[in-house]
Antibody
Framework: EVQLVESGGGLVKPGGSLRLSCAAS????????MNWVRQAPGKGLEWVSS????????YYADSVKGRFTISRDNAKNSLYLQMNSLRAEDTAVYYC?????????WGKGTTVTVSS | DIQMTQSPSSLSASVGDRVTITCQAS??????LNWYQQKPGKAPKLLIY???NLETGVPSRFSGSGSGTDFTFTISSLQPEDIATYYC?????????FGQGTKLEIK
């Protein structure tokens, strides 16, 4: 079964850091671009970051540029999001999703809450 | 960044109705446009990719059209299980951007 499972979310104070992970299974992870998409409580979807299959191309939304770092380990079938200098407005459910254009496989998400 | 303007923001329709949602891009995005369905508490699900292609396993009552800056998503005959929020998303420029969503309710 094709599956993505996120972990690493939690409660963190403003200015703090978190590292999210996404474990992939059921497909050839190294062949696909991967993405992080977030959804603040009661709000719409926001595409956060993308990384190509070999990590050659990386993109960030302006809202996280300079604070978040996307990476992947194809040997471990894993995607990561290092989040630093967290702000209240980063509070959201973070999804990892597979794809370059259409995001055809999604995880169930992990919740990040930034609050003092 | 490319802005995606989706309308309406909410919609109430009856079972069996034809439902149409529009999405307008702030610049030409060719056909780099996808449509997603999100039910409460669930992850989004890809329905339509590249403006008009139906994702495998998605019922044929869902369809998409358009190119350039103007796009349309249609449900030909609304079913109770179609109650959800629908989003368009462009990927002409990465990271892509989503429309603000259309919440669909049963009348």
């Amino acid at each position: 079964e094709v599956q993505l499972v996120e972990s690493g979310g939690g409660l963190v104070k403003p200015g703090g850091s978190l590292r999210l992970s996404c474990a992939a299974s059921g497909f050839t992870f190294s062949s696909y671009s991967m993405n992080w998409v977030r959804q603040a409580p009661g709000k719409g979807l926001e595409w956060v970051s993308s990384i190509s299959s070999s990590s050659s191309y990386i993109y960030y939304a302006d809202s996280v540029k300079g604070r978040f770092t996307i990476s992947r380990d194809n040997a471990k079938n894993s995607l990561y999001l290092q989040m630093n200098s967290l702000r209240a407005e980063d509070t959201a459910v973070y999804y990892c999703a597979r794809g370059t254009g259409g995001l055809d496989v999604w995880g169930k998400g992990t919740t990040v809450t930034v609050s003092s | 960044d490319i802005q995606m303007t989706q309308s309406p923001s909410s919609l109430s329709a009856s079972v069996g109705d034809r439902v149409t949602i529009t999405c307008q891009a702030s610049q030409d995005i060719s056909n780099y446009l996808n449509w997603y369905q999100q039910k409460p508490g669930k992850a989004p699900k890809l329905l339509i990719y590249d403006a008009s292609n139906l994702e495998t396993g998605v019922p044929s009552r869902f369809s998409g059209s358009g190119s350039g800056t103007d796009f349309t998503f249609t449900i030909s005959s609304l079913q109770p299980e179609d109650i959800a929020t629908y989003y368009c998303q462009q990927y002409d420029n990465l990271p892509g951007t989503f429309g603000q969503g259309t919440k669909l309710e049963i009348k």
